[in-house]
C-alpha cells in the first residue's frame, strides 16, 4: 500500500493541473463504466437460483448393530438460466 501511494504521489506531483482533473475525471468514468458492465453481464450469474431441504433422521436403539441414521436431500428448485 505504501508503493502505490507513492507512486500516485509521484504523477500527483509531476503532471500539470488540467491533467490530474482529467485523469481523476476518467478514472471515475472508467469506474462507472466498469460497474454498469458488471451489473449487465456478471451479476445475473451471481444471483440465487437454488434451495435445498434436507433431514437427518437417528433410531437408537442401544444395540450397536441396529442403530441406523439416515439423511434424505433434496435439490428441489434447481434452475437453470441462459
Do not use: C, H
Not at 482533473?21 to 462507472?32: D, E, K, M, R, S
Not at 431441504?53 to 450397536?64: E, I
Amino acid at each position: 500500500m505504501k508503493k502505490l501511494t507513492s507512486v500516485l504521489f509521484w504523477i500527483w506531483e509531476n503532471s500539470d493541473k488540467l491533467s490530474k482533473w482529467a485523469q481523476i475525471i476518467t478514472f471515475l468514468f472508467a469506474g462507472l463504466w466498469a460497474y454498469s458492465r458488471f451489473n449487465e453481464a456478471e451479476r445475473p450469474a451471481l444471483e440465487f437460483r437454488a434451495s435445498t431441504d434436507s433431514s437427518l433422521q437417528l433410531d437408537y436403539t442401544g444395540k450397536l448393530r441396529t442403530d441406523s441414521i439416515a439423511f434424505n436431500g433434496r435439490f428441489p428448485k434447481i434452475v437453470e438460466k441462459i
